[in-house]
């Protein structure tokens, strides 16, 4: 329930989704950081396992290259091989993380 209204998914298809986040009023926007609201990378992991309705056995990669702030919207590209997952996190046709890990 810590995702709760933090985004709202506007478009899912077979290897990739896009969400919309919340405003800087979510508290989750206000833990990280009230006076610079930014999303914490590990929501991304949180963001895309929930979507994608898997669980998360270890994190092999997260790259984080961009802050991502309120209202953005984000692409997700994913990739399965057996049972690793890999992801590309976008905004405005720029990639702002990488993610790959082990699903059960």
Same mark, same amino acid.
């Given at each position: 329930m810590i995702?709760?209204?933090? *985004?709202?998914?506007?478009? %899912?298809e077979?290897?990739? !989704?896009?969400? /919309?986040?919340?405003? @800087?009023? #979510? =508290?989750?926007?206000? @833990? #990280?950081?009230?006076?610079? =609201?930014?999303?914490? +990378?590990?929501?991304?992991?949180?963001?895309?396992?929930?979507?994608?309705d898997?669980?998360?056995? %270890?994190?092999? %990669? @997260?790259?984080?290259?961009?802050n991502?702030?309120?209202?953005?919207?984000?692409? !997700?590209?994913h990739?399965?091989? +057996?049972?690793?997952? %890999?992801i /590309?996190?976008s905004?405005?046709?720029?990639?702002? @993380?990488?993610?790959? *890990?082990?699903?059960?």
């Open positions: 995702l709760n209204n933090f *985004y709202t998914l506007t478009c %899912k077979e290897t990739r !989704f896009c969400v /919309r986040l919340s405003d @800087a009023t #979510h =508290p989750l926007f206000q @833990a #990280h950081f009230p006076s610079n =609201p930014i999303v914490a +990378g590990f929501l991304l992991l949180d963001l895309s396992a929930e979507i994608l898997i669980e998360i056995v %270890k994190i092999i %990669k @997260a790259k984080f290259l961009k991502i702030a309120p209202l953005s919207v984000l692409w !997700f590209d990739q399965t091989t +057996g049972n690793t997952l %890999k /590309r996190v905004q405005n046709e720029q990639k702002v @993380a990488e993610l790959t *890990y082990e699903k059960r």
